[in-house]
């Protein structure tokens, strides 16, 4: 099935939250802190400006408690008196014009007496940058399995390596943006978003009103990535408090300067391996220490460091693992979801330190991993038993043929032998990434799906997952369709309202199609059963069921609905860290291959093969949209997306010196799938989105190793940085190992 | 119209005649008025997109006398006498490539990326000297990873009709 909404995009028809009509209502905008940490001391209003004609809103115009209500209740909604980060909201202000808002947030002083910032997360902070517990971490977990001690004291050969990566801008091609209005006494807030029951949460929590007192609607999402999970709840509550003030609609779009300055990204991260080795190259002990930066306050930094320490340990078998984790809190505008969610920071680190550990053996890359590749009835750290019948090394083998990997390696030590100024190379990532929450996440969540039965016949599937490109309308639409056996023009999907649509938990984590499309088609069975069929019945019979239902019950809903349950046979322990982190893993293999201009240090790939072992592809056209999109999003990781920071802020916030891949930059993807359906996952699927940004910026890293001799052990590899690594590789100087 | 409106100070507004997707159009704008917001906020054709404000992104992307142009970096007071198209006035049975090749996902950059490849369907004689991908480079895309897009406008390119209008 085609895109469902994919006519009305093309034509420019499909309404995102700043092309919505709206009367007589008032731009909003945020007049945020200048300085990273300290006391507000006094806030200047510009003489020259018609205070009167402005609603402003401080902290003082919150009526609930003054927090952003996530996993901890830290972050306020105003700073109240003092502040944690530069871009920290300080005020809200109103106008009809945008741009007399523009000048009179412009004529605003917030005077901040400035206190010493911790503004390195690698580094231990100073006795006077302490402000978060004893030590400035935010979050400590540890994943042990057997001893890693021992091990390594046996082990013939250890190999020590610390990897870093960057943080990353999610570049959303819509900024964000909320408008917040009244129906009655009804605050409606409707915008772009991937969570609306976080917003509904947050608004219910920060303004003191019952749930039936506020609605929350997405609007269109131009991207999320991430970067519209947990955001979305502070613009909300910024667009809600002027509009409860001024009585009117309010608008608050973030430009994309404002967008990329203020918003949350990616989590840098520092990585250190110590791998404990047999002769033949077989992993005996893994110690692994991941520290992320969370910046200013807590957000999703505990849970992304949860699925970075998972996955920090990659695909292989090693009974002696421990990996420990910390998040810091630093006085960075705080950092938050992004695609692959910690898993892309710990297995950069992890892929290319496989491939430091062949260099250090001697050994071939390939085949490193082939004997450390996990097998069916093998464990991973935290000891769940991997028996899903996935054939890995199969995985792997169809990248290394489809990109004629051997071949080429002969061909580029030709080539680089005899070319001035070009070198190329190939890489190799082999990785996976768990679908859904993680743990008991999912059993936390309990998440509702609804699928209706229309007088007419149709089916309405009601649920919270929206469409931000992904490909959810569609999808959901496909697998109710082939549930109950009607055709797809019979099935719609309901606007993701709150005061409409169940909470069937955010749209995050890869779990959108595995995890609620499944829920979805158990609610499609309980609707059947509702009009007293059996699960085998479908098609016309369902819709003439269903027509007769409303002939009997007239005026009354027809819903049927499904919750949240646990696979048979899935334990996990969160005091320990053991169990079964997910239910299901998605297994890949990635290769790169990229040119080198030894004039420019400029790198280019030139070629890209990515297959993955994600289940059953509901949908081929979407699923390999959603892989060469994240494959590309890890390019631009990888090789020139660099935040430049100040003062704990992005300096870069434009696209004119924040630099994403263009079409001309990146080479076609050349995408594959190998199926193995999951009997727990809707229609056999596995979740996907993130699977494709975890491999390939150690693919990349790999390939430039191969290809010039250099040892890059962080991103972005920029044109720059590989030239300090090539002088230091053409002085016939080895690369220090040490910790920076 | 829609509330929103792109006139600061009534008594600085320009008045201006252009041709707006084949009809004429004639109004006041403010001296500092961006055509992308004259085109959105005052003319309530929110097709044209606003990525990045400096001509970075292309989502605004819009012809002006046939040529593509990154609408948030025209001041509208210059297009007087001119012909400003939009994505609205596409034809959108010509967009069915873009809609089979997965042209688009989340949809913000597409109406600048259907604007732009368009035009090289119109213009084919610049594969001659360019590959689709240069051509296409001024379009930022967060997620298709381009190979949507790049393979719909070769697939549009093979479709009758490619290179018949005249700029």
Known sequence: ?740 | MNGHSAIRNPQSAIPITFTLNGKPVSLGVDPAARLLDTLRYQLALTGTKEGCGEGECGACTVYLDGVPVNSCLVPTYQVRGQRVETVESLEPGALEPFERCGATQCGACTPGVVMTASWIREHPELLATHSIRELMAGNLCRCTGYDGIVDSVAEALREPGSGKRDT
Not at chain 1, 81 to 110: D, N, T
Not at chain 1, 162 to 185: K, N, R
Not at chain 1, 197 to 206: C, E, I
Not at chain 1, 359 to 384: F, H
Request: one cysteine or more; proline letters at 6%; aromatic letters at 6%.
């Open chain 1, 1 to 740: 099935m085609r895109r469902r909404e994919a006519l009305a995009k093309l034509t420019g028809r499909e309404r995102y939250v700043d092309d919505l009509p709206l009367d007589d209502f008032l731009w909003g905008m945020t007049v945020r802190s200048p300085a990273p940490r300290g006391r507000v001391t006094a806030i200047r209003f510009g003489t020259d400006i018609a205070w009167p004609e402005f609603v402003v809103v401080d902290h003082r115009d919150i009526p609930g408690p003054n927090v952003v209500a996530l996993i901890e209740q830290d972050q306020p909604v105003l700073a109240a008196g003092y502040v944690r980060h530069v871009h920290e909201p300080v005020l809200l202000l109103a106008h009809p014009s945008r741009e007399a808002l523009r000048r009179a947030a412009r004529s605003i002083e917030v005077v901040v007496a400035p206190e010493p910032p911790a503004l390195d997360f690698r580094a231990p902070p100073g006795p006077a940058e302490i402000q978060y517990g004893t030590d400035n971490v935010l979050k400590r977990l540890q994943i042990v399995k057997g001893d890693v001690e021992r091990a390594l004291a046996r082990a013939a050969v250890v190999v020590s390596g610390t990897y870093e990566t960057g943080a990353q801008e999610h570049v959303y091609l819509e900024p964000q943006g909320m408008i917040a209005s009244f129906e009655g006494a009804v605050l409606v807030v409707k915008g772009s978003m991937q969570c609306p029951y976080y917003v509904l949460k947050a608004l219910q929590h920060a303004l003191a009103r019952e749930e039936a007192l506020v609605r929350v609607i997405q609007t269109p999402t131009g991207g999320g990535f991430g970067g519209k999970e947990e955001f979305p709840s502070h613009i909300a509550l910024h667009a809600a408090l002027l509009a409860l003030k001024s009585g009117r609609p309010v608008k608050l779009i973030y430009d994309r300067g404002e967008d990329m300055a203020a918003t949350t990204k990616r989590h840098p991260a520092l990585v250190r391996h110590r791998t404990g080795l047999g002769r033949d190259g077989r992993l005996l002990a893994q110690d692994i220490e991941v520290v992320i930066d969370g910046g200013a306050y807590v957000t999703l930094s505990p849970v992304v460091l949860s699925r970075a320490i998972i996955h920090a340990a990659g695909p292989y078998a090693c009974d002696h693992v421990r990996i420990s984790g910390r998040a810091m809190f630093t006085n960075a505008v705080p950092f938050g979801a992004f695609r692959g969610f910690g898993a892309p920071q710990s297995q950069f680190a992890g892929e290319r330190h496989m491939d430091v550990i062949a260099r250090t053996l001697g050994m071939d890359a390939v085949e490193l991993r082939r004997i450390n590749l996990l097998a069916d009835g093998q464990s991973t750290a935290t000891g769940q038993v991997i028996q899903d019948g996935t054939d890995r090394l199969a995985v792997m083998e169809r990248a290394l043929e489809l990109s004629r990997y051997r071949e080429k390696q002969r061909g580029h030590a030709a080539f680089n032998a005899t070319h001035a100024t070009l070198r190329r190379g190939s890489g190799l990532a082999t990785f996976y990434h768990g679908a859904g929450f993680t743990g008991g996440g999912e059993v936390a969540l309990q998440s509702r799906v609804r699928v209706a039965g229309r007088p007419d016949g149709r089916i309405e599937v009601l649920s919270a997952n929206i469409e931000m490109g992904q490909g959810t309308l569609t999808v959901f639409t496909e697998l109710a369709a082939a549930r109950l056996g009607v055709a797809p023009e019979d099935v719609t999907v309901a606007e993701a309202d709150t005061a409409r649509v169940p909470n069937s938990g955010p749209t995050v984590a890869s779990r959108t199609t595995m995890i609620v499309g499944g829920l979805l088609e158990r609610a499609a069975d309980d609707l059947r059963r509702r009009v007293g069929l059996d699960d085998t019945a479908r098609g016309a019979a369902v819709q003439q069921a269903i027509r007769r239902w409303h002939r009997e019950h007239p005026g009354e809903p027809l819903v049927g609905e499904a919750a949240y349950e646990r696979p048979p046979g899935i334990a996990w322990d969160d005091t320990t860290y053991r169990g079964d982190a997910y239910g299901a893993f998605a297994w890949a293999a990635y290769v790169a291959e990229v040119e080198v201009d030894l004039r420019t240090c400029a790198t280019r790939v030139i070629d890209f093969v990515a297959v993955q072992e994600v289940g059953k592809v509901l949908n081929p056209t979407l699923a390999k949209g959603q892989v060469q999109g994240g494959v590309v999003q890890g390019i631009g990781w990888a090789l020139m997306e660099e935040c430049k920071w100040r003062e704990g802020a992005m300096a870069n916030n434009q696209l004119t010196n924040y630099l994403i891949p263009t079409s001309d930059d990146v080479p076609s993807v050349r995408v594959a799938f190998l199926e193995n359906p999951y009997p727990h996952g809707a229609g056999g699927a596995k979740g996907l989105g993130e699977l494709p940004i975890d491999g390939p910026a150690p693919a990349i890293a790999n390939a430039v190793a191969r290809a010039t001799g250099a040892d890059p052990r962080a991103i972005p590899l920029t044109p720059e940085k590989l030239m300090e690594l090539l002088e230091i590789a053409d002085f016939g100087l080895r690369i220090a190992d040490s910790a920076p």
